[in-house]
């Protein structure tokens, strides 16, 4: 059983940054794909970004050059960086083993004031 644990969620004006973290309880962390996700109010769930088990990235078109993905296999522990947030940025975010997501995180609240 995977457990996933973010962090980091708060909130921030428009064109600061924060950082989530996501640390996972599973032993093949280091060959797992791991990516985040967000869901805003009224819309659908959307994959941000994601990296490989050997650190190739992908990042939505929304937030490509802003948001940075990284991860810590001696931590079990994937990042997201987010700079240049925007209001429309506000979401809950989910961190997930797998993509497609075979596990998911509590998710963690990032709100944006304009």
């Known amino acids: 059983q995977v457990q996933l644990v973010e962090s980091g969620g708060s909130l921030v004006q428009a064109g600061g940054s924060l950082s989530l973290s996501c640390a996972a309880s599973g032993r093949l962390f280091r060959l797992t794909a791991m990516g985040w996700y967000r869901q805003a109010p009224g819309k659908q769930r959307e994959l941000v970004a994601h990296i490989t088990s050997v650190g190739v990235t992908n990042y939505a078109d929304s937030v490509k050059g802003r948001f940075t993905i990284s991860r810590d296999n001696a931590k079990n522990t994937v990042y997201l960086q987010m700079n240049s947030l925007k209001p429309e940025d506000t979401a809950v975010y989910y961190c997930?083993?797998?993509?497609?997501?075979?596990?998911w995180g509590q998710g963690t609240q990032v709100t944006v004031s304009s």
């Open positions: 997930t083993w797998g993509v497609p997501a075979k596990y």
